[in-house]
């Protein structure tokens, strides 16, 4: 009953989806209110439909509905509560409601909000935030429905169907699979949720660059009202990225934050095309440049979005992210190919009217750097998506090669794949130069600047950089890339602090307010720009966990006997104790103890174990991590023997400056949500040299 009723809801939100993109459009090549506001009421009743859905599964979850296929794959009797809630996205089919739910969720909120302000461009919102959910339905009731059942025919074979086949009954196991080890970390709970989230926000801003086209508004209006949505999709997405970073360091055991994977990189991507296009409209707003740019860079982030979720649910690419292999991969593939052509050709139907009357004055000017900035995303891109298809590439020119024999000696079917230091010799490159600009640009002015304004406003924060560097170097740094690393960042750093500095003494000087009163009311009276400035500070701060991870970390490892010893650097360990022991939950366990010393001085201890999980026969590794802002240590069990005297295999990192990362990623949520607030007064728009910003804005 439960099913089926959750199945209907689902296949009544489909229907539904359809007809409002049918309205919507009819209605607004009629010039028929009417219809349009049918297709609006059609649009909020979505949310509550699949609300209705996603209860369903969950009550099946909870309850230990087994002969459900779905809950039987991703649950267990042994599993708490919050899993059995969590593990609604902990599936492929489970996921995919999810994102409906929240892209329905979006959809409603939008038209809840804009349809008084912006009744031209709700048609064409409604259109495409129609079509993205129902193609989302269109795989869960076709291709992944979460309520097929399991039947059993009277010889013993089992099939999956929503429907009872002719001689099965009903089967329904005793226990479930258990939800996969690696996504019962906390990271895991808040970290899919946080990516759908960033991914289907970015629907609502792509939404209404296809409405302006649509409409030929080619002013920026459709900037203006999605400005909030793209700061909050940015927002989510980036706590996504971060979370995943911290899951992986605690759980997938090869003490690092991020390898670089396939499905990593595709939740990257439209990361990097957001941002860019976050720093881009700001020049749209200001001077009238970059139509064109700003709406290729949007058209850009949606298909990412839907290619990204494509990697991960086809099973073209190995991934310990990725499901398993689906039959929806094809599906993805021929919507991403539609809507990105869609979208193009409605960009170059509208690209004459989209053409600015202003031109861009000065390579030092402010636009400048902020097009510069631009185009160093856009390469780290394509290196990423490069890295990500070339495997997919050669597969498929391998088949190319199997059925013609004359290509067979070109194309030899041979899968090649990247490996993380082939990313980061490629972007290392680019990211320092990406916090170059990140220091200089807010030194520049817009429309117009020279050399000689640069370094007026750059000498000082230069200076203090020097000193910062003379210090790491007198501290024992000599790695060329590890100076020039901590260099920028603090170059950057003085810069932003320089800025905060000088505006608040303008305005402390000229209304008498101390200088934490002062800042504070200029913040509140731009909290965009100083926002920003706060995520510039919250990125350097992670650029020096970054610094010290990738160029400083050590590792060894050795099988050591009770009362033995490893050492590593100014770090050693002893080896005390192993027990081995089963939990309630179905895991078998076996913790070490170990002691941990620096420079010979007792500091505590750590309990490195491996978790073995019955049910799903798989294991999972935890470290045992002793932490500081100065670096962390990290400590695996890889192996051991019944007796705990016979010796047991640890491996050892030595991570410095680690915990800067996830501290910078506090800060860059922080400054997010800070620029994302509304402001109490209009932005200031300042054309004027950065040595008068200060003084103007006091």
Request: charged share 15%.
């Amino acid at each position: 009953m439960i099913a089926n009723l959750g199945y209907g809801a689902l296949l009544i939100t489909f229907l539904i989806s359809i007809y409002a993109s049918v309205a919507a459009v009819y209605g607004a090549r009629r010039q028929a209110p009417a219809w349009v506001e049918s297709a609006r009421i059609a649009t909020l009743i979505t949310f509550p439909l699949l609300t209705i859905s996603a209860l369903c599964i969950i009550f099946l979850l909870v309850n230990g509905n087994y002969e459900v296929e779905y809950v039987a794959s991703v649950t267990s009797n042994s599993m708490p509560l919050y899993l059995r809630v969590t593990a609604l996205w902990g599936g492929q089919a489970g996921s995919l409601v999810f994102w409906s739910w929240l892209m329905a969720a979006f959809a409603a909120a939008v038209t809840l909000r804009e349809w008084k302000r912006d009744r031209e461009f709700l048609p064409w919102v409604i259109l495409v935030s129609m079509v993205t959910l129902a193609f989302f339905l269109l795989l869960t009731l076709f291709v992944e429905n979460p309520f097929e059942r399991i039947w059993m025919s009277p010889t013993g074979a089992v099939t999956t169907s929503m429907i009872q086949p002719a001689g099965t009954s009903l089967f329904k196991p005793q226990d479930g699979q258990g939800l996969n080890p690696l996504l019962r970390h906390y990271g895991m709970i808040i970290h899919p949720p946080l990516l759908y989230l960033g991914f289907v926000s970015f629907v609502i801003p792509y939404a209404f660059a296809i409405a302006a086209l649509v409409t030929g508004r080619t002013d920026d209006r459709w900037i203006r009202v999605t400005r909030r949505w793209t700061l909050v999709a940015w927002l989510f997405l980036s706590l996504g990225l971060i979370l995943g970073g911290r899951w992986a360091y605690d759980v997938l055991g090869w003490g690092g934050y991020w390898g670089w994977d396939p499905v990593e990189i595709s939740a990257f991507m439209p990361w990097l095309t957001g941002t860019a296009f976050l720093h881009s409209v700001v020049i749209q707003e200001k001077r009238g440049m970059l139509k064109h740019w700003n709406m290729v860079l949007i058209i850009l982030t949606y298909d990412l979005v839907i290619f990204g979720t494509f990697l991960t649910r086809s099973g073209v690419l190995s991934s310990v992210h990725a499901f398993a292999q689906s039959a929806i991969g094809p599906l993805f593939f021929a919507f991403i190919a539609i809507t990105f052509i869609a979208s193009l050709a409605l960009l170059a139907r509208r690209w004459n009217e989209l053409k600015s009357k202003t031109y861009m004055t000065s390579v030092f000017s402010r636009e400048a750097f902020f097009l510069a900035n631009n185009w160093v995303f856009m390469i780290i891109l394509v290196i990423c998506f490069l890295g990500v298809i070339y495997p997919v590439l050669t597969e498929a020119l391998g088949l190319v090669g199997q059925r013609i024999p004359a290509l067979s000696g070109i194309f030899t079917g041979q899968k090649v794949t990247f490996g993380p230091e082939w990313y980061e010799r490629n972007t290392g490159p680019f990211f320092a130069l990406l916090l170059l600009l990140m220091g200089i640009a807010p030194l520049s002015a817009w429309k117009h600047s020279t050399v000689d304004t640069l370094g007026r406003g750059a000498w000082k924060p230069f200076i203090a950089s020097l000193v910062v560097l003379v210090i790491v170097v007198v501290a024992g740094v000599r790695h060329w890339a590890a100076l020039l690393g901590f260099w920028l960042a603090a170059f950057v750093s003085a810069v932003t602090l320089y800025e905060f500095w000088r505006a608040a003494r303008a305005r402390s000087h000229a209304q008498g307010e101390n200088l934490a009163v002062a800042l504070w009311t200029l913040a509140g009276r731009n909290r965009r720009r100083y926002g920003g400035y706060i995520i510039h500070l919250g990125v350097v701060l992670m650029a020096l966990g970054i610094i010290g991870i990738e160029i400083f970390q050590t590792e060894t490892q050795a099988t050591i006997g009770q009362g033995e010893q490893i050492s590593l650097g100014r770090y050693s360990i002893t080896y005390d104790s192993l027990s081995s022991f089963e939990t309630e939950d179905g895991r078998i366990v076996a913790r070490a103890v170990v002691s941990v010393f620096r420079d010979g001085k007792y500091l505590g201890e750590l309990y490195p174990r491996r978790d073995y999980y019955i049910e799903s026969q798989q294991p999972m590794t935890i470290p045992g991590v002793r932490s500081s802002l100065e670096d962390d240590f990290y400590v695996l069990l890889v192996d051991w023997q019944p007796v705990s005297s016979a010796g047991a295999t640890f491996k050892v990192y030595h991570n410095p400056l680690v915990n800067w990362l996830w501290l910078g990623g506090f800060v860059f949520i922080l400054g997010t949500v800070v620029a994302a607030w509304p402001d109490k007064e209009p932005e200031l728009v300042i054309q004027r040299s950065p040595q008068t910003v200060a003084a103007s804005e006091a």
